[in-house]
């Protein structure tokens, strides 16, 4: 059994980051240095949410205060400095590409500037360009264009996220065959606060690996399926916990996931708003779930085989 001093020891071992959120990555301080006249206190207030529906708002309210390529260069230094602390070499870094889009921004020069600061860095560093699932099939086109054409310029994968009940996964099975003919990577949030249904529609479109997917738990044909194909579903306890995906800590499915022999791997998510970080992720399992540091050294393992390098 993994005892709590182990905390400093996660931190020094060799880590991957495979799901993290660059715009959800911001924590209050970063917030507090793009926008000084705000508040800690308040920033810290709006980053309070109890449900998903609550989250989605917050990571709205987040991405409206990244204004400028600049800003969204501040953030991914913040972020890269927090992995260096935690001893991460390699990450991929979801850019919610959708939103930037939403928002009438250009996406290349954002591109080109998180592109640029994450260069500052030993960190080995990818990109997974995120469309929204809501926001329709045409805007997830233009993502995917944009992904397609930067395969060789930093960008491993396409990936949607946002509103599963909102954007069922099929909508986007074209794109999804289209991304896989140029090269791209692909991945899919599915099975977090709708069921295995969910992720077995991610699969369907040719998801490789499935962000979340907790909800697996509930289908043991599912399970079966993602642990004899070898497919990884990427667990953000900590997250799934603020935004009720799950009621309470003990109702997690994490151990059951892994002890059905489903790979995982574990991750932050939206670090800044959540206020983790992968060691304290590390400790979590081991604390709450029982993970012993065999366990979670082939965890770590996992998020180096998984990477789409």
């Known amino acids: 059994m993994i005892i709590p001093t182990m905390t400093e020891a996660f931190r020094t071992w060799p880590k991957a980051e495979l ?9 209050p301080e970063t917030i507090e240095e793009l926008e000084p006249g705000l508040a800690i206190e308040e920033i810290r207030s709006i980053y309070q949410c109890t449900d998903f529906a609550g989250f989605l708002q917050t990571f709205k309210w987040v991405v409206e205060r990244l204004r400028t390529p600049d800003d969204y260069a501040l953030v991914t230094r913040r972020l890269l400095e927090s992995c260096t602390r935690e001893n991460i070499r390699y990450a991929e870094i979801t850019l919610s590409a959708g939103v930037v889009l939403w928002k009438g921004q250009d996406l290349r020069a954002v591109y080109e500037a998180v592109r640029a600061a994450a260069r500052e860095f030993p960190i080995e560093t990818r990109w997974i360009l995120d469309a929204v699932r809501q926001f329709g099939v045409e805007p997830a086109q233009r993502v995917a264009e944009f992904a397609a054409d930067h395969g060789t310029d930093g960008v491993a994968a396409f990936s949607i996220g946002g509103d599963e009940a909102r954007g069922p996964a099929g909508w986007f099975a074209e794109i999804y065959r289209e991304m896989r003919a140029s090269g791209l990577r692909l991945a899919a949030h599915a099975g977090e606060t709708t069921g295995p249904e969910s992720v077995w529609a991610a699969l369907e479109i040719g998801a490789e690996r499935i962000g979340h997917g907790i909800r697996a738990i509930e289908d043991p044909v599912l399970l079966r399926h993602l642990r004899d194909h070898n497919i990884p579903l990427e667990i ?17 499915p994490v151990r059951r996931l892994f002890d059905a022999g489903v790979p995982i791997t574990l991750n932050t998510d939206d670090p800044g708003i959540f ?34 390098r």
């Open 19 to 27: 799901h993290v959120h660059l715009e959800g990555s911001a924590a």
């Open 236 to 252: 953000s306890i900590t997250s799934n916990l603020v935004t009720g995906a799950v009621p309470d800590l003990a109702a997690h």
């Open 275 to 308: 206020g983790t970080s992968l060691s304290a992720e590390y400790e979590l399992a081991a604390k709450a779930f029982g993970f012993s540091e065999a366990e979670l050294r082939s965890v770590a393992e996992n998020a180096f085989r998984f990477a789409f």
